[in-house]
């Protein structure tokens, strides 16, 4: 055998032997062992119906585009009807979507690394299993509400590099049931990082209702059960008990909201704009909003009678002085933004609202079930509307800390996928 043959061995040899060593040493060898861009598969988008939920995709995706630029993205959605995929596609060309069952077995194939994006639970629990299951590849949990366990999603969430939950309720509920991932931490709802923008119909329709730029809150108000039997689209038969709870609820929870629009209005120059968060909150905002309120201060309301997407929502909340109501995604995503945003909240949620004390906002976090904290919400509001450079200032030193938090849970996913 020729010296040159026996050298081509050698190096055969030991090239397959780096490339072993890469693989078991874990992704980020691996990746450099094969010199190629390391590849995201984000499990995100669960309904359209509702802006907060479209605005968990967009939120993460930007946090990926701005701190793991190297990584490719894939999203495995739940659904992205309604305009929202051409709406996410015309902010991130880049963008690939696995849609149908072949184009997921696909993307479980080719992508690396397992992203839960952010949501009322540990939404797609099923396919974080079945991902972890069939590859045996990294996975991991960002910014989600946690309030529910079983043994086997204790189990699986303990074999994640990380879980970050968006509130303190849900971090301390999962270490009280027995989950031991490595990284356990508070992480922000990927919403606050939503840059999406609309901003031609949103200019649109402000001129159009007379809103001009920081001269108008929002206000959001909701019942305490989605109604969600009430779109056509979503196809469910009336919940009784879930109805009579809102019927019995909704005057005691937006009779406040009312309030605090008639004493703006009357103590301030500012207007409200009355807009939805989610589709069936069109029709709850003129009917227990603006139906209600005495004339003349009507008359310095407008009721938004249509639902919009996210870029459009958006675009008009950075062009407010603020928002009050009983959601949570709107003060997320303007916080996000730098605008000052007061949430209400009930029972009946998940714990999510808890997260506005855990970035510094707990003066303006209302428990309705607590006729003491609903006192204070209508001088809250007022203050809000009279001193807009000190809400400014303090939605500002928030956003710092929703910041700083994105960047350090940020730098843990670049370690999961063998970055630096």
Known sequence: MSAQLNR?????????????????????????????????????????VNIGDIAHTPGVLRLLEDHVPEADVTLWPSSVDNGVEEMLLA?????????????????????????????PSVVASKDMGRWARETKKPYGVYGTTIGWMTPALAELLSGARFVYCRDSVSLGFI??????APIMEFGPDGAFATDLRNDAVAEKFLAQNGLEQGKFLCVIPRYRNTPYWTIPSKKRAIDEKKHARNEEMKEHDIAPLRAAVEEVVRKTDLKVLVCPEDQTQIKIGKEMIFDKLSGDVAKRVVWRDRYWLTDEALSTYVRSAGMFGLEMH??????????????GRFAEQTSKGYMWRDIGLGDWLFDFDKEAEIERYVPTVLALAQDHAAAVAKAAQAREFVLRRQRETMAEVRKAVGLS
């Open 91 to 119: 902010r991130f060309p880049k963008l690939k979507i696995a849609k149908g069952e072949e184009a997921v077995q696909r993307a479980i194939a080719e992508n690396d690394f397992f992203l839960h994006g952010s949501g």
């Open 330 to 343: 709107t003060p997320i995503m303007c916080i996000g933004n730098g605008i000052p945003a007061i949430v």
């Open 8 to 48: 081509r061995r050698f190096l055969a040899n030991l090239g397959g032997i780096a490339a072993g060593a890469a693989l078991a040493a874990g992704p980020r060898f691996a990746f450099a062992a094969e010199s190629r861009r390391p590849k995201i598969l984000l499990r995100s988008s669960w309904q359209t």
């Open 175 to 180: 270490k009280e049931n027995g989950v031991k």
